[in-house]
């Protein structure tokens, strides 16, 4: 099984080497998912059927707890038993299945071989260039880059998919339960989406460039310490120790100050996002309340409302944190094209032939 979701794509199939790569983020890496677009495809309706199995079950037992408030107990079993059964086996049964199918599509399929494909091309395409290319860089820092760009390529394909494809989903899924519950549970709802939206605003544009100085200055670093290891004779010749571990401290204090700015950006959204999520969960709550007092809700569609809020509480953290991942993994890739997104300029002239030695 894990086998067959592992070997859907050769991240080492032939293709056809470019000497000018496309220089932009998105033309980039769409020049890479060519192989994975079935892949995509399927994990991406898988995600979404997450969130609809997820939704289901909150409004089932919003329903059942309406039939168990009006029923008899001594006749449930026999007037629901089979309902209640074929539930069971749909959670038990369908719901690991479409779970389990999600994971292997992320897991086994996408994550290991998406960013070994664009690391083994990104190799590949550094190795031509030219040994004057080479010169004018840090080798710790063009290796950094080879290294930590595919990752984070890889990174953003799950967050893609195993967070905002999902949070999509299941937004729009909410909005439908709660409209089929009551239309009028929408209203909090919605004034809960539009400053989360403007937090979601504030954040990203802020979190990209945050996340690529951050990324410079460690492929800095990297690069400040690898050449120094690489080239210890030469430090121990003629560098003086002092002048050597100043050079190192002040390439960390800047990495370490470039991060402190990127985590300045998350704790103010953890605290912005607390107070929203508490004026969601008292918002809904507070108001299909106020609907069962007049006789317009259930019991069940109260209980139905307050599990959703919850959930959607507890996701909102998740989905913020999966964003700012998301575009803080496109800041160090577009840091890392830097050297692996550049054109290779020495290259054979037209009809030239092979060297024959």
């Given amino acids: 099984m894990f086998r067959f979701f592992e070997n859907l794509v050769d991240p080492f199939a032939p293709h056809v080497a470019v000497n000018d790569p496309p220089r932009r983020l998105w033309p980039w890496l769409r020049s890479h998912m060519g192989p994975f677009r079935r892949v995509f495809w399927a994990t991406g309706i898988s995600a979404a059927a997450v969130a609809a199995i997820e939704l289901w ?51 086994n399929a996408i994550l290991p071989n998406f960013g070994t494909l664009i690391r083994w091309r990104s190799h590949g395409h ?84 945050a996340s690529k100085a951050a990324s410079e200055a460690r492929s800095a670093l990297t690069g400040r310490i690898v050449d120094a290891y690489t080239n210890v004779h030469s430090v121990k010749m003629f560098a003086q120790d002092d002048r050597e571990l100043e050079g190192a401290r002040d390439a960390m204090t800047r990495t370490r100050d470039s991060f402190q700015r990127e985590m300045r950006l998350f704790t103010i959204m953890d605290m912005v996002l607390t107070l929203l999520n508490g004026l969601l969960i008292v918002g809904v709550t507070g108001w299909a309340i106020w609907l069962w007092t007049t006789g317009s809700a259930s019991v069940g569609v109260v209980a139905a409302a307050s599990a959703l809020v919850l959930r959607l509480s507890n996701m909102s953290g998740w989905i913020m944190m999966s964003v700012s991942q998301f575009f803080e993994a496109l800041g160090v890739i577009g840091e890392g094209m830097d050297s692996i997104a550049q054109p290779v300029t020495l290259i054979d002239a037209p009809g030239a032939k092979p060297i024959r030695v």
């Fill in 57 to 107: 079950l909150i409004h089932y037992s919003g329903s059942l707890i309406d039939t168990l408030t009006s029923a008899d107990p001594g006749t449930v079993l026999r007037d629901h038993g089979a309902e209640l059964l074929l539930v069971a086996a749909f959670v038990l049964l369908v719901r690991p299945l479409v779970f389990g199918l999600q994971a292997l599509l992320l897991n």
């Fill in 126 to 209: 550094v190795l031509r260039q030219s040994v004057g290319w080479f010169e004018n860089d840090f080798a710790g820092r063009i290796s950094n880059r080879v290294m930590q760009a595919p990752s984070s390529a890889g990174d953003a394909v799950y967050q893609m998919f195993d967070a905002i494809a999902y949070a999509i989903s299941y937004i729009i899924g909410a909005g439908v339960l709660l409209w089929t519950a009551d239309a009028r549970l929408l209203i909090p709802l919605a004034i809960w989406l539009v400053p989360y939206g403007l937090l979601v605003a504030w954040t990203v544009p802020r979190m990209g460039p």
